[in-house]
């Protein structure tokens, strides 16, 4: 018996740690770590996994005490899970959650995670470290199979969002960017570096699902070989140029410069079929999960550029108008929707010169 506290999370009953994270990037209190705040993180995994709708083998590569690797095995039908931690004190917190669950269908492992993949091949590989996930995107990628999904967290937050820009550009060989559209950014900087990584074993990625929230960047994207995926992959990488002076975003065909950003993954961010498909019901945190599912299912991600309400007010020295307000004017002229990335950002196919007028006509009838 591990000496823990036992909670619930979805459908599944946990032992984790008596002290243990609830918050942020969190800490490790004991030898084996868990945040309760990730619990949305593992809801958005047995989401996408049930909506696959088919037999997976699945690999969580770091599983600390396995709350995601049981849940998974728990609820999701159809799958055959390894719940694999280097540290020898998760291993006794993932035993006691498989049996406290009556799982046949999860087996522990302790095995450094490039062992594992090399050894083994699997439908779905969960990437999920404390910290930059770089230094394991080669295994990770060695793990898949063919059509295999990937997912990966990223919680050096910081780096990404472009507070520590020179640990971005070393680490993801990508300048990051600030202010407004850092988090969107840092998104996609992620994305380009699993797409970058991808190509060199001539492999290419189709996004399902990608997001930000709370303290991390989370993305899923479908594996695909061949160098012509490679190729059509790489394509969409791209820079982006911020004008601060005008707010004026654009895919840049200069590299360095002021500015200028990037690489970054300009591509799409969801599979509207799979995110469709996916249900709420009964997951942990399910009405955060049913408010970002239906922004998910809306938003223009082949915009790859979102603006801010604060950004304009400050920008045109005019006070904010309604959100609901704004976002009726600009879609009678363009379609505009809600991002995920804030709740006050927004998207629109609509020029910043359009943007700016209209934004000034909700401000004055706020």
């Known amino acids: 018996m591990v000496d823990g506290t036992r909670i619930r999370e979805g459908q599944t009953e946990l032992i984790v740690p008596a002290q243990h994270s609830s918050g942020g990037p969190g800490k490790i209190y004991d030898d ?17 996994l049930r909506a696959l709708g088919r037999d997976m083998k699945v690999a969580d590569c770091m599983a600390a005490t396995g709350s995601r690797s049981v849940r998974i095995a728990n609820e999701v039908p159809g799958t055959e899970v390894v719940a694999n931690d280097i540290n020898p004190a998760a291993i006794p917190y993932m035993e006691e959650n498989i049996a406290l669950n009556g799982l046949t269908n999860c087996r522990p492992s302790r095995k450094n995670l490039q062992v594992l993949l090399a050894e083994e091949t699997f439908d779905y590989v969960d990437l999920d470290p404390f910290g930059s996930p770089i230094p394991f995107l080669h295994a990770a990628i060695q793990g898949c199979r063919r059509g295999a999904i990937l997912a990966v967290t990223a919680t050096d937050t910081a780096p990404l969002a472009g507070a520590h820009r020179t640990k971005c550009e070393r680490r993801y060989c990508s300048t990051p960017m600030r202010g407004y559209m850092c988090h969107e950014s840092g998104l996609r900087i992620l994305m380009g570096a699993v797409a970058r990584e991808l190509a060199k074993f001539d492999m290419g990625m189709e996004p399902v699902l990608s997001f930000y929230a709370d303290h991390y960047f989370r993305t899923y ?11 059509s992959t790489l394509a969409q990488l791209i820079h982006v140029a911020l ?3 005008t707010l004026q975003r654009s895919v840049s065909t200069v590299r360095d410069g002021e500015h200028i950003y990037g690489p970054m993954w300009g591509g799409k961010l969801f599979d509207r079929e799979i995110v469709s498909k996916m249900d709420p019901t009964g997951m942990a945190d399910e009405k955060r999960c049913r408010k970002m599912l239906d922004i998910w299912s809306e938003e223009l991600d082949e915009v790859p550029f979102m603006y801010d309400v604060s950004e304009f007010s400050s920008h045109l020295k005019v006070p904010s108008p309604r959100y609901d307000t704004l976002l009726e004017l600009l879609n009678k002229e363009g379609r505009s929707t809600r991002t995920h990335i804030s709740p006050t950002g927004f998207k629109s196919v609509l020029s910043v010169d359009d943007i700016k007028r209209i934004f000034v006509q909700a401000s004055e009838t706020r």
Do not use: C, H, T, Y
């Not at 084996?32 to 996408?48: G, H, K, P, T, W």
């Open 32 to 48: 084996v770590f868990f945040n309760e705040q990730m619990a949305f993180n593992r809801d958005v995994s047995i989401m996408l």
């Open 221 to 231: 994207v479908r594996v695909r070989k061949g160098a012509g995926a490679a190729d």
């Open 243 to 245: 004008d601060p002076n």
